[in-house]
């Protein structure tokens, strides 16, 4: 039985507490992650050695906690949950390897990302390889929960993966075609498919399937968890602006370097005035520098630091960051009306009182 070190009179939405929760599940997750992974050397030492770095490194273990959570609120038990809990975190590390590759990122949970590290054919094949290693697991939940629930988890996972890579493409095509008239309508729906499919979505139903739950009681929990995935990516956009560095874990201006299509940029460009609006566009259409060139400022074909504090300066001027907040609030708010409705079916424990206080956390967050 999961028994989180949540002991106490604290409030159920203490950041704190939901914190400590998400530490304890990591931290059986990342036991088992290192069950999956194997250890012999001969067949790929290095490659099983660096699956291993991204787990390690630390990181909320949203995921496999609100599995768990969801799980165990309807009944459940943590054997029938966990390894679909640390295949879950494994396909997040490896998306992570290719995201940061694709976006070109430096950092990852406060240290170089793996591709700096060990260049780029290695890294896309460990997220490659960490990808292969979740389906042997998925198909030992048979032994675990039976052939139909096995059945059922494998079909969300696999439209998990489907999803994300739709959502992926929907972001990289803005970027190739350097197209910045998307609205706040197509980022959201970038948005479902990229952020919330496999941060919310899929770790909702898992945990449902997992504990037995029937589809109308999978429909109502995703209904709750769809808005919330909305305003975790939302909150993740703001925090990249104006986190603190020590606490995001990743770069700062990261995704004004690499030109992302935020809903704070998309705004304040809509926002701009036409000169304004040129100059913004001149700079996205720069590429990152990399690492060694981060410096040169002479350089037409890449971004300065002057190009990057103009894009910051114009996202704060035009009201970008308040105009974020407010959408994430909104369906945060969305998804608390949604819980509220089904949260008096649920029995009273920490599982239940993490999934209720998530809803002001992802938007309250500074990680």
């Keep these: 039985m999961l028994q989180p070190p949540l002991i106490g009179d ?39 050695e660096l699956m291993l770095d991204y787990p390690m490194r630390g990181g909320k273990a949203l995921r496999p906690a609100l599995c768990i959570a ?45 591709h700096q590290l060990h260049g780029v054919p290695i890294a896309v094949n460990v997220g490659d390889g960490m990808l292969a290693l979740t389906m042997e697991p ?35 095509d803005w970027v190739r075609r350097a197209d910045w008239s998307p609205t706040d309508r197509a980022y959201l729906r970038m948005v479902y498919k990229k952020t919330c499919w496999y941060t919310f979505l899929a770790p909702v139903l898992v945990g449902g399937i997992a504990a037995g739950a029937r589809d109308p009681e999978l429909a109502v929990l995703a209904r709750c968890v769809t808005p919330l995935g909305i305003a975790f ?9 104006v986190g603190e560095a020590s606490r995001y874990g990743k770069e700062i201006d990261g995704d004004l370097w690499e030109g992302k299509h935020t809903l704070l940029l998309i705004h304040a460009i809509r926002q701009a005035s ?13 590429s990152r520098p990399c690492e060694v060139n981060r410096q040169d400022r002479k350089s037409a ?3 300065s630091r002057e190009d990057v504090a103009f894009l910051r300066d114009l996202v704060l001027r035009s009201g970008g960051v308040d105009h974020a907040r407010v959408v994430a609030r909104r369906h945060a708010d969305r998804a608390r009306r949604s819980f509220e409705a089904i949260g008096g079916s649920l029995p009273g424990s920490v599982h239940r009182d993490f999934l209720e206080g998530l809803v002001d956390f992802v938007v309250a967050r500074d990680r």
């Design 10 to 48: 604290t409030p159920a939405e203490d950041p704190d507490r939901l914190l400590a929760y998400m530490e304890d599940c990591r931290g059986r997750v990342v036991d088992e992650i290192r069950e999956i992974v194997p250890r012999d050397a001969r067949a790929g030492g290095l490659l099983y």
């Design 70 to 114: 969801t799980c165990r609120a309807l009944g459940g038990h943590l054997e029938s949950v966990l390894r679909s809990s640390a295949v879950l975190e494994l396909y997040h590390n490896a998306f992570l390897i290719h995201d940061d590759v694709e976006d070109g990122s430096d950092l990852r949970r406060n240290e170089r990302t793996l």
């Design 138 to 172: 998925l198909l030992e939940n048979i032994e675990l929960v039976g052939l139909g629930r096995a059945l059922r988890i494998l079909r969300v996972v696999a439209r998990m993966a489907r999803e994300s890579a739709e959502g992926q493409m929907m972001e990289l």
């Design 233 to 241: 990516q939302i909150q993740d956009d703001v925090l990249n602006l």
């Design 274 to 286: 036409p000169a304004a609006r040129r100059e913004a566009l001149r700079i996205l259409g720069r």
């Design 301 to 303: 074909d890449v971004k």
